[in-house]
């Protein structure tokens, strides 16, 4: 069925494409199927693929297409025929296995953060849950938690209405156009420029929701959101601006945007964005595409998707040898080898890129470290906000991104301290050791009609911060640096085998409602202080901790790979062991 | 006799000098010639770092900035005198809680009792800290660290919902405290006066500590300062942008009328109010008056945990902290931009680095890895952890840096993880 749309999608492609290879001249005066036409005849076309003359008005808008005064032509038509609630009727015609796939995917229902809000917040006993936006529509009451997302993490889905947003330049949502639209829809002098959409998303559009929170989509670019000082002063005003009071400060950017200038799509998949058509749990259920899968790929033929996107796209050769995903086995069309050599295109423009294999040097293959995910060695810095003071004012009104209107209760954010050196490591949700920062570390205070309320909740969360870089941090940076250990910034020893710790902050005196570091995820005997946003993640426990640690004394001297013990490393652990070989001689 | 006229004139001009300076001719005339008195320390260091080269004025003699701006030295004075120059001896109050004082000598030596104030020896803690405090040594020793400017940092929030009230002009961070405040120890504790000598310079810890108990102290670590080792934490705050500003323009500090200086926010808020248009004046804390413009100023970024290393004029290891890093901007009333964001004169940065004891003291000293596992990281910010001007001392040398890897080093450590 799917193949039947997509062959059918391509030879109306082709055809039009065919018949009217001039259609990006403006003033072009397409002739259409529609009476539409007769008032609208200054449109421009939104695409090479949906070509007036072809599609007319009526396929995408409704309305009546036989009418010739305004009144009768325009009833039942629909503006924004991409919005969810319409596009099966309309895309979905077409495109209906995407549209039912976006309908039901994370970045629709938001059902993620969600649960993992109301799990931390003690609403829910796990962080799994379906519950999303569209469920929240329809109640009437609300929790706490449900509170909060409302009035703050609901304004970012791909369906929400982009005319809540009183700043049109942070407009989101408005189903497939929140991502696919490259250009509004405007009037120009004498004639009427149509949205331009494409498949080729600017990485700007997935900037409109993913700068905050985890801040991936900034910190890719090697921007750091800042304490908002708005420094250094350029030409008597504040500089590296965000948006609204929000400022940021330059990081190393992650390594596949300084080398290759590459977009969010050249590595998300198609499904791992628009989701597979299951209701996933959380964002690694949906996410498709895996550092493996382009730096140690495995090619097969290309199958028809991959012919079609490929063709879709333009820029991208049509091949017959290309990778795909291990997780979905979707077609990665721009990573294709041929006999020489293997080549990654950039999506935006085609740009081709030498690609070879993850090395095979005792780093990647040594049994100590087959616990660590990638980004544990390689992300250089996470942004990590310490301590999030939600403050809700029961008295107080605001915004409701659910129901659209305005609500009793308000809730303001503070903040104790930002970082974004030597990220803290724990076990995450894949079991495996990556970075992880503050998400999020919530000390509420209720202030309610007679009285006022305490709770806190705090919380780590684990992720691939997209700050990678091909220099790794060094072996002193996990095995002996507090602060990745997850033990908080202060003075570590070791004495007897035994670690000390002794923290900088001190919580109870800066006012907060619990004795251990605010930066402290684990104490030094493990300890685990705080609880993450995954049924699976945790701390560091004391056994891992005392083996981390406990390796530093060999690292003080054995600090490269390319020392001979790492060669063969089981084998000189023997030699070791049994006294054959003796350090500090 | 004549230069007792001007002691007189200058200390006792706020009190009856009759009851100072009159018996007390020794400590006024010695009063005079300390740092406390001059603030020449911090002055010149500031005019040095802004590109004066020589330069060696106290807060008797020093100058008004220029008329006509071209470079940023033109404009240092009138930066010390609105910005820096609050905390001196006739200076009564600055607006900022905690920071109230007496003039003259009276300034440290009064306390409050139920006879009411009187005059006393012992002076109390709060009366160093109402000027030693946030970035500088002071409120360290008690544990606090500045919070940042923004309003979204001044939590937790009262119970009534409002924002929590601040000492010194900002809201701080509680951190690890001096073992000596632990023990109940105060500022004059140590920083006395018994030897007669300039009583800044007169205390080492090894005056107290005189037997010093581990190995380590003697074998390779008899170049280094005690604090490099015993401090808990430091101050490291990087890169200062200051701004002054001579045209009426504050709706962009909405969110950072905090900025550790309470006439600025009182005066921002006020501006912000105002539907009025309010003159851009700040005053001149030395002649005590209002001048035209304001200066507005904000941080990269703050931390607590970096520890960079040098060395001080006598060859002792110790750490360094940014006093400051500055980009300077003027804007004059024009509304043209005089200095736009200048970070450096003649290709040198407006920067000063400078060695210092932080009074962060713990038993427990630092394990070794804090000094020799530093590694500084490329790219971005980052490079701002590297000192560039150092005054009062010098970076490490190659050879200490070298050694802070050396396999000696390693073979001792791994020694005592073994």
Redesign the interface.
């Known amino acids: 069925m799917r193949i039947f749309q997509y062959s059918l999608f391509v030879s109306i492609f082709i055809i039009g494409v065919s018949l009217y290879m001039n259609l990006e001249k403006p003033i072009a005066k397409p002739s259409s199927p529609d009476q539409c036409m007769s008032c609208h005849s200054s449109t421009t076309n939104m695409d090479k693929s949906h070509p007036i003359e072809v599609f007319g008005c009526f396929k995408c808008h409704g309305g009546n297409r036989y009418a010739t005064n305004k009144k009768d032509a325009h009833r039942g038509v629909v503006l924004n025929p991409s919005r969810l609630e319409y596009a099966n009727r309309f895309c979905g015609e077409c495109h209906s296995d995407v549209v039912k796939r976006v309908s039901s995917s994370m970045m629709q229902s938001q059902n993620g953060i969600l649960n993992v809000l109301k799990f931390q917040w003690g609403e829910l006993s796990t962080p799994i849950g379906l519950e999303g936006v569209v469920e929240l529509k329809d109640k009437n009451s609300t929790s706490l938690a449900e509170s909060h997302f409302r009035k703050a993490c609901a304004s970012c889905h791909v369906n929400q209405h982009e005319d809540v947003f009183d700043d049109k330049k942070y407009a989101r949502g408005g189903g497939c156009v929140d991502c696919h639209r490259i250009e509004k829809g405007h009037q120009e002098k004498n004639h009427y420029v149509h949205s331009k959409l494409s498949s080729k998303i600017p990485s700007k559009n997935c900037l409109k929701c993913h700068n905050r929170s985890n801040r991936i989509g900034i910190s890719y670019f090697?921007k750091?959101e800042?304490?908002?000082?708005?420094?250094?002063?350029?030409?008597?005003?504040?500089s590296h601006k965000l948006d609204g009071?929000r400022f940021y400060?330059?990081?190393?950017a992650d390594i596949h945007h300084t080398k290759a200038g590459l977009d969010c799509i050249d590595c998300h998949t198609e499904k791992g964005v628009m989701g597979d058509g299951k209701k996933n749990h959380h964002m690694e259920d949906a996410e498709d595409i895996k550092c493996n899968d382009c730096h140690k790929p495995k090619f097969k033929k290309a199958d028809s998707l991959a012919v079609m996107l490929s063709d879709l796209n333009g820029n991208i050769p049509e091949t017959k040898s290309i990778a795909y995903t291990n997780k979905k086995n979707s077609p990665i069309y721009n990573l294709q080898k041929d006999k020489n050599s293997t080549k990654f295109y950039r999506k935006r423009d085609g740009k081709a890129f030498d690609m070879s294999n993850m090395s095979n040097k005792p780093y990647h293959t040594l049994d100590i470290h087959k616990r660590l995910d990638c980004t544990s060695c390689h992300s250089?810095w996470v942004p990590s906000c310490y301590?999030c003071?939600e403050?809700y004012?029961e008295n107080g009104k605001q915004f409701d991104w659910v129901k659209r209107e305005v609500t009793k209760g308000s809730w303001q954010?503070?903040?104790?301290?930002?970082r974004f050196?030597s990220p803290s490591l724990g076990v995450g949700y894949n079991k495996k050791i990556m970075p992880f920062a503050p998400g999020c570390q919530v000390?509420g205070?209720l202030?309610k009609d007679k009285k006022?309320e305490k709770f806190h909740a705090m919380a780590m969360a684990g992720w691939d911060p997209h700050t990678t870089q091909k220099e790794v941090r060094?072996c002193?940076?996990c095995h002996?640096?507090p602060?990745s250990l997850g033990l908080g910034?202060?003075?570590?020893?070791?004495k007897n085998n035994r670690i000390?710790f002794?923290?900088?902050?001190?919580s109870k005196?800066?006012?907060?409602p619990f004795s251990y570091p605010i930066d402290g995820f684990v104490s030094s005997d493990g300890k685990q202080f705080q609880t993450t946003s995954r049924k699976d993640a945790r701390s560091f426990n004391k056994k891992e901790l005392q083996k981390i640690v406990g390796a530093?004394?060999c690292i003080?001297?054995h600090d490269r790979y390319s020392d001979k013990i790492y060669k063969d490393f089981n084998k000189s652990k023997i030699l070791f062991n049994s006294g054959k070989t003796v350090?500090?001689d | 006799m004549l230069r007792l006229i001007v002691i007189f004139f200058m200390l006792g001009l706020h009190l009856n000098a009759e009851d100072c300076v009159d018996c007390h001719k020794k400590e006024a005339q010695k009063c005079q010639s300390s740092n406390h008195y001059t603030l020449s320390n911090a002055i010149n260091i500031t005019r040095k770092a802004w590109g004066i080269k020589d330069s060696n004025v106290t807060l008797q003699t020093i100058p008004h900035s220029k008329i006509d701006v071209k470079k940023p030295s033109d404009l240092v004075d009138d930066f010390l005198r609105r910005k820096c120059l609050k905390c001196h001896l006739n200076v009564k109050n600055s607006g900022e809680r905690g920071m109230k004082r007496q003039r003259g000598c009276l300034a440290c030596h009064s306390k409050h009792s139920k006879k009411g104030r009187c005059q006393t020896k012992k002076i109390a803690m709060s009366k160093c800290l109402s000027c030693h405090n946030k970035e500088f040594v002071g409120t360290d020793y008690k544990?606090l660290f500045p919070?940042?400017?923004?309003h979204?940092?001044?939590?937790?929030?009262q119970?009534d919902?409002k924002y929590?009230s601040q000492r010194y002009g900002i809201d701080f961070?509680?951190?690890?405290?001096d073992i000596h405040y632990k023990l109940g120890m105060s500022c004059v504790d140590c920083h006395n006066n018994k030897n007669g000598k300039n009583w800044k310079k007169n205390i080492t810890c090894k005056d107290c500590h005189k037997e010093l108990s581990k190995s380590n102290h003697k074998e390779y670590h008899s170049n280094i300062s005690c604090s490099a080792c015993h401090s808990?934490?430091n101050m490291s705050s990087y890169?200062l942008?200051v701004?002054r500003?001579d045209?009426a323009?504050y709706a962009?500090w909405k969110?950072?009328t905090l900025q550790e200086d309470a006439y600025l926010n009182k005066f921002l808020k006020k501006a912000l109010k105002s539907k009025k248009k309010i003159k851009p004046v700040m005053p001149d804390w030395v002649d005590m008056k209002q001048k035209k413009g304001v200066w507005?100023s904000?941080?990269?970024?703050r931390r607590?945990?970096d520890m960079v290393l040098g060395v001080d004029m006598n060859g002792t290891i110790k750490i360094l902290r940014p006093i400051f890093q500055y980009?300077v901007?003027y804007?004059d009333a024009n509304g043209s931009?005089v200095l736009?964001?200048v970070?450096s004169v003649d290709g040198k940065p407006l920067e000063a680095w400078a060695p210092y004891s932080p009074h962060t003291i713990?038993k427990?000293a630092?394990?070794c890895?804090?000094c020799h596992?530093t590694?500084i990281?490329?790219?971005?910010?980052?490079s701002l952890k590297i000192p560039k001007v150092i005054y009062n001392g010098k970076a490490l040398s190659k050879t200490q840096t070298d050694r802070l890897k050396s396999?000696k080093y390693?073979?001792i450590?791994?020694?005592m993880?073994?």
Not at chain 1, 489 to 494: A, E, F, Q, S, T
Not at chain 2, 147 to 150: L, T
């Open positions: 090697g750091f800042s304490e908002g000082y708005g420094t250094p002063y350029k030409h008597g005003e504040f009071s400060y330059e990081l190393p250089s301590g003071h403050v004012f954010e503070f903040r104790s301290f930002l050196e000390i205070t202030f006022v060094s002193e940076d002996f640096n602060a910034r202060g003075n570590l020893d070791i000390f002794e923290p900088f902050y001190n005196k800066s006012g907060m530093y004394k003080l001297c350090c500090l | 544990g919070k940042d400017y923004s979204s940092f001044r939590t937790p929030l119970k919902g929590p961070h509680h951190l690890n405290q808990s934490w890169e942008s701004f500003d045209t323009d962009k969110d950072l507005y904000g941080w990269r970024y607590w945990e980009r901007s804007r931009m736009d964001d970070s713990t427990k630092k394990s890895e804090r596992n590694e990281k490329k790219g971005g910010v980052y396999y390693k073979k450590r791994a020694k993880l073994n």
